[in-house]
Nanobody
Framework: QVQLVESGGGLVQAGGSLRLSCAVS????????MGWDRQVPGKQRELVASVSSTGGTNYIDSVNGRFTISRDNAKKECYLQMNSLKHDDTAVYYC???????????????WGQGTQVTVSS
């Protein structure tokens, strides 16, 4: 059974940094895109950053230049380094991974349980 486990959230002052980690556990054949979404109560969930299996990255404009997404394919882990944090970055951050479980199986997106990031102004 595949699970995504996030860690690294917490409380930080504006201007500070946090590093989120996401580990994929369980047997997998191939992991394609990985990324991070965030959710603020009452607002639409938004994709913050994504990284392809070959390392190509995408960011929403509001975090470009401040956040860096990366992955370690051997460890099946994804990271989000968040610098110069702002109050508006406060949200629950969810890791996702698009995974093929078996050689001839389909591809499914899996989500972590979420980790709270709170930025005090």
């Amino acid at each position: 059974q595949v699970q995504l486990v996030e860690s690294g959230g917490g409380l930080v002052q504006a201007g500070g940094s946090l590093r989120l980690s996401c580990a994929v556990s369980g047997s997998t054949f191939s992991i394609y895109a990985m990324g991070w979404d965030r959710q603020v109560p009452g607002k639409q969930r938004e994709l913050v950053a994504s990284v392809s299996s070959t390392g190509g990255t995408n960011y929403i404009d509001s975090v470009n230049g401040r956040f860096t997404i990366s992955r370690d394919n051997a460890k099946k882990e994804c990271y989000l380094q968040m610098n110069s944090l702002k109050h508006d970055d406060t949200a629950v951050y969810y890791c996702y991974a698009t995974i093929q479980l078996a050689r001839y199986g389909g591809v499914t997106t899996y989500w972590g349980q979420g980790t709270q990031v709170t930025v005090s102004s």
